[in-house]
């Protein structure tokens, strides 16, 4: 295919990623003219719609899907091969593309992605905050990162952190007013707060002492689907939490929350970069996972 043929393909693929035009055209420093007419020029070319358009967003259509699912590999390994031929052993090269929750740079920024730039300046690093779990070899990403129990099993992981894990806590302001629950049976008596899943379910705490489990019941006083407003809505005194242990500490150690159940926790398992062992492994994600190997 035309060097114009492979852009319209990479053009796609980012449209794809961001969403919308003007993300895509962001991403790539193309004007959102410029992509619109490349994707328009591609559909017309194959004869197909690949994507529903909105005044607000674009969509993959059935057909853009199973389209994209097919470039996707062979544009990574154009782009490996590139970035592996410009790239030196010991001075890596190229971008890197991640996919994580929103929630998670603050448990490996500063002891993994940091030192790591700062040892490969050559090395671009792209990253994308989604929720809800993406193929990531279908959207043009290198790697993930994600708890390793919603790792898919043909995956290679590597473990970024510590197994984590989730306490409960409230605001002394709310305490103040309630009796503090000594069993996790007596939580479904207090106002809670609860996480907001991507899939819209809510998710009930699975707490245990190692040697027994519990599952929250009854309706949540708050629910979001941010961490922000939980912790917020944590220390404003709303109810009793559960949140990660990394991200509370904080509040913890100055008294603006207050650890409650303390033999109890949701275990959550370690958090680890993940990407495909079936395709050639790009110069800048090899020095990426052999940097965190070395970090153990």
Known sequence: MSRTGITELEIMLAVARR????GAASELEMSPSAVTNAVAALEKRLGVRLFNRTTRSVALTDAGRRFMQKIAPALEMIRSASE???SEPNDPAGILRLNVPPESCSLWYESVLIPFLQRYPRIRVDISSQRERVDIV???F???IRLAEDIPADMIAVKLTADLRMIVVAA???LDRVQAPTQ???LSEH???CMRMSDGSLYRWELTDQQQSYKLQGEPRFAASDLASMHKAAVAGLG???LSEQHIAADVQAGRLVRLLPDWHVNLGALCLYYPGHRLVPPALNALTTFVRDLR
Do not use: R, W
């Not at 969403?19 to 003007?22: L, V």
């Open 191 to 193: 106002s809670t707060l």
């Open 84 to 86: 592996e031929v410009s």
């Open 142 to 144: 290198d790697a993930g």
């Open 240 to 242: 009793i939490a559960c």
């Open 19 to 22: 969403g919308t035009f003007k």
């Open 138 to 140: 279908a959207e043009g």
């Open 184 to 186: 996790p049976e007596q």
């Open 172 to 174: 002394p302001d709310y």
